[in-house]
């Protein structure tokens, strides 16, 4: 299976080319190291660009810009893939605030550019976009928890199965299979792709910039 990931350097998407590159697959990585734009030094990414070339088999980086649609297209173009992770984002609510342009161009123009290009060109692929808690507003924060020694969980967990069949989730990665969201309707009806969208709560690693 042939993987796309973008945001490969940065924290989930480097963890989702280790872990399709351990599995055997072959991974293209797209990454221009636009956390030091948004961010500073301190956000820079080359190093863990670096530490995924050593410790990759089966790995390759593309230093693209998912805004250039010329060049993403050309991408597509050449490699057929069987599987889109797309983590390629502006991740700060805040800075999105200073810069609302360069936030909606990343994030909603690379977004449709990836899209486009998958249905033009690999229309049989998987698109799997990462996406945020930050959609629900403060509900999330309004969810009794309790502490466990690894991880929270529900307080009241009886509140969120139904018939039988625990329908749980680590409050911190809850995997939204979005049903009836509008995005969810584009991908599989209007573009006619397989799709899933995971939002992520409060995520860190080793790999956090």
């Known amino acids: 299976m042939k993987v796309l990931v973008t945001g490969s350097s940065g924290l989930i ?13 072959e991974v293209v ?3 221009n ?6 961010f500073g030094p301190a956000g820079d990414t080359l190093w863990n660009l670096e530490r995924l070339k050593g410790v990759t088999k089966r790995f390759t980086h ?15 173009r050449t490699q057929r893939f069987d599987l889109i992770v797309h983590c390629a984002a502006q ?14 161009e990343v994030n909603a123009l690379g977004t449709v550019n990836l899209l486009e290009a998958t249905r033009q060109h690999s229309p049989e692929a998987v698109f799997v976009f990462l996406s945020t808690n930050k959609v629900y507003g403060d509900a999330p924060n309004e969810i009794p928890l309790k502490e466990l020694e690894k991880r929270y969980d529900y307080a ?9 069949g625990s329908c749980r989730a680590r409050v911190w990665a809850l995997l939204q299979h979005e049903g009836g969201n509008l995005s969810r309707r584009m991908l599989d009806g209007a573009l006619a ?3 899933g969208a995971a939002r992520l709560f409060v995520v860190s690693g080793e790999g956090d910039a």
């Not at 190291?33 to 948004?38: I, K, L």
């Not at 991740?91 to 342009?101: F, N």
């Not at 009241?156 to 039988?164: L, M, P």
């Open 62 to 76: 593309a230093a693209l810009d998912i805004r250039d649609r010329t060049a993403i297209e050309e991408l597509f």
């Open 156 to 164: 009241r967990a009886e509140r969120f199965e139904s018939g039988g």
């Open 193 to 195: 792709l397989g799709s």
């Open 29 to 31: 990585g797209v990454d």
């Open 91 to 104: 991740p700060s609510h805040d800075k999105a605030r200073e810069i609302p342009l360069l936030d909606f």
């Open 13 to 25: 998407g480097s963890e989702a080319v280790e872990h399709f590159d351990r599995q055997g697959h």
């Open 33 to 38: 190291n636009m956390r030091r734009v948004f």
